[in-house]
C-alpha cells in the first residue's frame, strides 16, 4: 500500500511568491497533520485535520499560511506571500481512526525561499 | 510549559556498538510517549509506542524504556548498525487532546565502520 505522498519533493522560489505544497493521505485515514522542520525548532506542528475538519490550527505562523482538505484523501498548505524565513521542511502525515495510532509520515518537501 | 528535551544532540558510534538515548519531558497530563526514526531526506518512522504503565518494549535491536514517575525515557539500540545513523525524535502526547504532540529535537546518531 503506498504512503503518504507529498509533492514537490523539493521548492525554491523568490520571495512573495506562492506557494503550494500538496499532501496524498493513506487509504482510509481520516486524520491528517501539516508540519514544519528547521534545524532550530526540530518539528513543529501546524494544523490538523479530523475528518476534513481543521481542529488545531494554533500552529499556524500567521495568516499567509492556509490549508485545506478538499476531500478526504487530499490536502493542500499554502504560503502567500512566501518570506525567506519559511524556508523549511514542510511534512504532512496521516493516522487511521485510532487517536493513538502512529502518525505516517511523507518524506517532506524542502522549501527554500531566496 | 510542556517540554521535551533529548540528549545528547549528536553522537558517533562504530558498529556494532551499543548506544542509548535520552528522553526528559515535562508534558502533563500524560498520555503516551513515541521514538520515531527519521532518515535523511526522509519523514519519521514510529519505532515504539508507551503508555504510562509500560517500562519496556523492543523492537527488534531497539529497546525503549518509561520511567513516569521521573518523566524519563531512554532508547537502547543494541548492536549498531551503519543503517541506524539517523536522527532519533522523542515524541510525547498530551491526555484527551490527541493532536497536542510535543515534539523533542532529536538525537543524531552516527554509525561508522
Known amino acids: 500500500d503506498a504512503g503518504v505522498i507529498q509533492s514537490p519533493r523539493h521548492e525554491v522560489t523568490e520571495m512573495g511568491q506562492e506557494v503550494t505544497l500538496r499532501c496524498k493521505l493513506i487509504s482510509g485515514h481520516n486524520s491528517l497533520f501539516w508540519y514544519r522542520q528547521t534545524m532550530m525548532r526540530g518539528l513543529e506542528l501546524l494544523i490538523y485535520?479530523?475528518?476534513?475538519?481543521?481542529?488545531?490550527d494554533s500552529g499556524m505562523p500567521e495568516d499567509r499560511f492556509s490549508a485545506k482538505m478538499p476531500n478526504a484523501s487530499f490536502s493542500t498548505l499554502k504560503i502567500q506571500p512566501s518570506e525567506p524565513r519559511d524556508s523549511a521542511v514542510y511534512f504532512c502525515?496521516?493516522?487511521?481512526?485510532?487517536?493513538?495510532?502512529?502518525?505516517?509520515f511523507g518524506d517532506g518537501t524542502r522549501l527554500s525561499i531566496l | 510549559k510542556n517540554q521535551v528535551e533529548q540528549s545528547p544532540q549528536s553522537l558517533i558510534i562504530l558498529e556494532g556498538k551499543n548506544c542509548t538515548l535520552q528522553c526528559n519531558y515535562t508534558v502533563s497530563p500524560f498520555s503516551n510517549l513515541r521514538w520515531y526514526k527519521q532518515d535523511t531526506g526522509r519523514g519519521p518512522v514510529s519505532l515504539t509506542i508507551m503508555t504510562f504503565s509500560e517500562n519496556t518494549k523492543s523492537n527488534g535491536r531497539y529497546t525503549a524504556t518509561l520511567d513516569a514517575d521521573t518523566k524519563q525515557s531512554s532508547l537502547h539500540i543494541t548492536a549498531s548498525q551503519l543503517s541506524d545513523s539517523a536522527s532519533y525524535i522523542c515524541?510525547?502526547?498530551?491526555?484527551?487532546?490527541?493532536?497536542?504532540?510535543?515534539f523533542g529535537t532529536g538525537t543524531r546518531l552516527q554509525v561508522t565502520l
Open positions: 485535520f479530523n475528518n476534513n475538519v481543521p481542529i488545531d
Open positions: 502525515a496521516s493516522r487511521g481512526t485510532a487517536q493513538t495510532g502512529p502518525q505516517h
Open positions: 515524541v510525547v502526547t498530551h491526555t484527551g487532546t490527541a493532536s497536542k504532540l510535543t
